[in-house]
Structures are given as structure tokens and as C-alpha cells.
């Protein structure tokens, strides 16, 4: 039962899904299961989202809010990466440095980032710095262990190879290491940038004046639940985008390989 | 001067905590410049011998040396050429050569004259920028092979190099690296279990017994060789035809099938 759909048939069955979806939506609301404040219906939402990018909510447009929250992701999800992915090299090279940072790596992973709230906006206050490390701690953990499996899972004929030619530690972690642990990278990094993501609308509760989070905490408390799923909507797509971007990195950056 | 020398080398490796022995009482020594191959059984530890030298392996007796310095770890004095080629995919033919002259810190400018040489030496030119995918396995060995002599070692050791290679392709290299090795002749361990391959190629064919592997005898085709003048012939094919040829690779055979005998029964 796992044989190839056609285009055609996978498109087909794509629309069947979210018509089905939207189908109990209106059900919902047409049978009264909801009162219309609770449950917006679907063109309602997606109306909002059209007005929200000329209409400013909570200060700003939608466009300023997401561009407000990209930086911050980038903040935290480039530091996460930046740190992460050499760390996790290191650690499957050198067993000393995997035997320091594991035992706390590994005590400190389960904590969900938005646990880490109150610290972040002590530590670094409510602007830049709070989010940054909300998102940070959310995409972190995934970025060091892929690289990490990554490096441990090569393949041990390259080591050998490496060895024999007299290569160094640091050009074993930079040229022989990194990229035959891209792919698995790669994996991390989606998943990093995934929870990171995710991690946004905790970190931005903590931000006062802007960003996707802001947004819809904002409209919580004003009821307004179409502005709500509207930013939940907006939250999706671009989380879909990043994932496509990293997946493009990931094609560039094997289009040598054999596949 | 570069020698391997194997003295009371033995090898010993435990499974479910009982000792097995795999290498008993080796004894060799390969002098300098010389091509000395080992033919033995699957399993006798032929390899192993070779990975040793390459410091890949270590004995749980006895000690190998190479130039009278006992082996601790692998080196660019001691360049491998593996049996499933262990380029990296990911660099292209020029940077798989590159990649150890880097790390030995040889200028740039002498870096590209000796890759250039070998490139041409091995007929890879036109391939430089190529990845190892796009190559036939003839032509990533090749590679391999001008990898390992471009880190001008002093010491070449082979491990079954066209074990993965079509007959015809194999034949092509065979006479290549006989033309590579007399032109830029260096102390080479050679591993095979590819009897005529051992007899073209070397000066000393060693044979080894079945597990545990101990010398069995060790074949002088050296002298055999000049006396009859084989070099004469540029064609694998005609040396293979030569009276003398076949009459070593029927002794060497013969001594193998015993081996063969005794692990049937």
C-alpha cells in the first residue's frame, strides 16, 4: 500500500483533506457548537488576515509584527546553529569535550523553553535579548544533536583515510566531519527551526511592543479571535517557508553527492 | 631506506570472552623499495598485517616497525590505498589529492605541479574538477592511487586495490602500477588474494596459511623475473604466457588450494 500517488491523485486527495476540514469548521459553527466570538469561521479569518496588512493591530501592520519577530528568530535560531552545530562536531570528535557537556547538555534539554521566561527576561530583559534566548533554548538542542550523531555516524573509512593523509583535528571536523554529516545537520536544523519557531509566541508574551506573539496575546485580551487565528495562520505559513528555505540549503549544499 | 619489518607479530581478538587467535608468529621484513605481496585465504589476516603497518591496527604481540620506529598511529609516510577507494564524495578528484599535500603545508605553487603530475600520470586529466560519483571505479582507484603516491611516501600500502574492479579494468591497472612502480619505485605492501595479480606485480609473493595465519612460504619472483626478463613484455597477457610466470602461479595455487583443503573438512 505505499506505491507512488500521481500528481493528480495527490492533489485531489490534498483539496479532499482541507475541504473535509473546513467542512466540520462551518459545521461547528452552523449547528451553534460555538458562539462566533469563541469560533470565528474560515473566510472571516482569512478577511481579517488581508486587513490586518494595511490595518495596524497592537501598533503595527502585520508585515511589521512578522518582520519583528523574524529578526528575533534569527537572532536566536542563527545563535543556535552557530553554537550547536560546531559544539556537536566537536563533541563526536573529541571524547573529553562530549563527556563535559553531555551530562548537562542532556539534564538540560527536557526543560521546554518557554520555562525559561522568567530568567530570560531577567537575565536580558524584555527587547532583543529575552526572546533571543527563548528561542535559542527551543532550537538549540536539536542543532547540537544531529551534528553530534552526525559526526559519530561516519563513516569510518573517511576517518581512516583522514588519518592516513595526516590531516589535523581541525580540518578532520571541518572537511571530513561537517559535510558528511550535512544531511543529518540539515534534519537538525529543520528541527530546530521548528521549535524555535514554536518557541515565538512564548518569547514574545515577555515583548511588550511588537512581533506575531504580541499580536495575538493582544487580541486575546481584546477578544477579537479572528485577529487571533489570522496570526496563527500567518505564524503557519512562514514557519512552512523557513522549512522550504532550509530544505533548499540542504539540496545546494548535497548537489555533488551521489544519491 | 624505508623497511617494514613484522618481528613475532601476533594478533589476538576476543568474542564472548574467549580469545581467538588470528595472526600467529609473523615474522617479515620488507626492504626497501621492495614489492612484496601477501596471498592467503579469506580470513587469514592478511589485511590485518597491512592495516598494522598503516598503524590502523595494533598487534596484541610481538612489534611492527617501520624504518625501526615501532608503529603508533597512522601517517603520510605510510599512504594506504584501500580496497573500496575511500575517496571523499564530497571533494572533487583535484581536492581528494590535495587534501593530505595541505596538510603536510606544501606550497601552493608545488602542490598544483605535483598534482598536475599525477594526474597525468594516472590519465585523469580533463577529470580534475569531476567528483568521485561521476567516475567509473577504474578511474576513482586511480584517484586513490595518485592520493597516495602524490603524499610521496615512503611507504605504500595496498589492500586488495582492484579487488572491486571488472577484470578488464583490473588488468589496465595492473600493468599501470607496475609501470608506476618501476618508474617511482617505493617499499610496497601489497595484499591480494589474487594469485597471477601477487606473481605480476611483486618482487616477494608470501603465502599464508588459513586462520590462524602464519607464513606458509615466501617466494622469490625477483630474481626469477630478471633471469627471464618478463619487463620486456608491456602486456600482462604475454608475461602470463611465459613458461616461468606459469610455473610460479601453479606452485603459489597449489600451496593456496592446500590452505583451501584444509578449512573444508
Known sequence: MNERLSRAEFWRLTLLGTLAFLAVWYLARLLHLAPPQFLPMPHEVLLRLVDLFHTPFAGHVLVDHMLASLGRFAMGFGLAALVGVPLGLMMGWFGWLDDIVSPLFDSLRFIAPVAWVPFAALWFGTGIGGPTLIIFAGAFPPCLINAYRGAKNVDIRFLEAASMLGVGNFRTISEVLFPAAVPSIIAGLRIGAGLGWMSLVGAELIVASSGMGNLIVRAQSAVATDIVMAGMLAIGAVGVVIDILIRRIETMLLKHRQS | ?265
Open chain 2, 1 to 265: 631506506m624505508a623497511t617494514i619489518e613484522f618481528t613475532d607479530v601476533s594478533r589476538v581478538f576476543q568474542r564472548d570472552g574467549k580469545d581467538f587467535l588470528t595472526l600467529d608468529n609473523i615474522n617479515l621484513t620488507v626492504k626497501d623499495q621492495e614489492f612484496v605481496a601477501i596471498v592467503g585465504p579469506s580470513g587469514c589476516g592478511k589485511t590485518t598485517c597491512m592495516r598494522m603497518a598503516a598503524g590502523l591496527e595494533f598487534p596484541t604481540g610481538g612489534t611492527v616497525k617501520v624504518n625501526g620506529v615501532v608503529v603508533k598511529a597512522p601517517g603520510p609516510d605510510r599512504a594506504v590505498v584501500f580496497q573500496q577507494f575511500a575517496l571523499f564524495p564530497w571533494k572533487s578528484v583535484y581536492e581528494n589529492i590535495d587534501f593530505g599535500l595541505r596538510s603536510k603545508g606544501i606550497a601552493l605553487e608545488q602542490r598544483q605541479q605535483v598534482i598536475a603530475g599525477y594526474i597525468d600520470l594516472m590519465n585523469l586529466k580533463g577529470y580534475e574538477s569531476a567528483y568521485p560519483h561521476q567516475l567509473s571505479g577504474g578511474m576513482q582507484q586511480r584517484v586513490a592511487i595518485a592520493r597516495a603516491y602524490a603524499l610521496d611516501p615512503q611507504v605504500l600500502l595496498m589492500d586488495e586495490p582492484f579487488g572491486a574492479l571488472d577484470a578488464q579494468t583490473r588488468v589496465v591497472m595492473q600493468e599501470e602500477l607496475v609501470k608506476l612502480a618501476r618508474k617511482n619505485p617505493r617499499t610496497v605492501l601489497f595484499i591480494t588474494h589474487a594469485v597471477e595479480e601477487a606473481v605480476y606485480l611483486a618482487d616477494r609473493v608470501v603465502v599464508m596459511t588459513s586462520r590462524p595465519g602464519k607464513i606458509k612460504e615466501i617466494l622469490d619472483v625477483k630474481t626469477i623475473r630478471e633471469q627471464e626478463n618478463w619487463d620486456r613484455h608491456a602486456k600482462i597477457e604475454d608475461v602470463m604466457d611465459l613458461e616461468s610466470f606459469v610455473h610460479l602461479r601453479t606452485r603459489i595455487w597449489k600451496s593456496l588450494r592446500e590452505e583451501h583443503a584444509g578449512t573444508d573438512h
